[in-house]
């Protein structure tokens, strides 16, 4: 049986372990690229390519969906966007919206891996835009959010 001195010293050490991940991972402390903070932003948007020189441009996370071919995963597909918004206060719903865009993003991808798309054939981005474009429309409730896409890619297994 353990004493209590000792119970104490663990959770000290535990409590400086999760400390100290806590504190070196600043983008995860702060829930990601939600936080309320400018480093984590910076940090998140340097990690995106610039597809325009543009002030209205908002990259976006990866965008990636599984590839199956005769009922197994065969691969994935990645997909580097951004959104074009000129209007601010279409920027503020898009940046309050992005939860609900990333889910429609990834239910668009997911529906084009499984109805569009045969392994082993080149991706249609044109399709792949335009059903990017119509999930932004829908789930913004309104256009002027305009899709760009910067890399559409198959991982292959």
């Known amino acids: 049986m353990m004493r209590v001195d000792q119970v104490s010293k663990f959770l000290v050490i535990g409590l400086a372990m999760v400390l100290s991940i806590a504190l070196s991972e600043p983008s995860h402390a702060a829930g990601g690229s939600g936080g309320s903070g400018s480093a984590p932003a910076q940090s998140d948007d340097s990690r995106h390519r610039n597809l325009t020189s543009s002030s ?5 996370p990866a965008l990636v969906a599984t590839v199956q071919s005769q009922r197994r995963a065969r691969g994935l597909l990645q997909i580097e966007a951004g959104l074009e918004v000129h209007d601010p206060a279409l920027r503020r719903r898009v940046d309050r919206f992005m939860p ?3 889910n429609a993003y990834i239910s668009t991808l997911t529906l084009y891996t499984g ?3 045969e392994f082993g054939d ?3 981005a044109d399709r792949i835009a335009a059903m990017l ?3 932004t429309d829908l789930t ?3 256009s ?3 899709v760009l896409l910067g890399m559409v890619i ?3 297994d």
Do not use: K, N, T, V
């Open 144 to 146: 002027g959010a305009e």
């Open 133 to 135: 474009q119509e999930a």
């Open 115 to 117: 109805m569009y798309y």
């Open 140 to 142: 913004l409730g309104e």
């Open 56 to 60: 209205s441009y908002m990259p976006l």
């Open 154 to 156: 198959i991982h292959a």
């Open 100 to 102: 609900r865009l990333r």
């Open 122 to 124: 080149i991706p249609d």
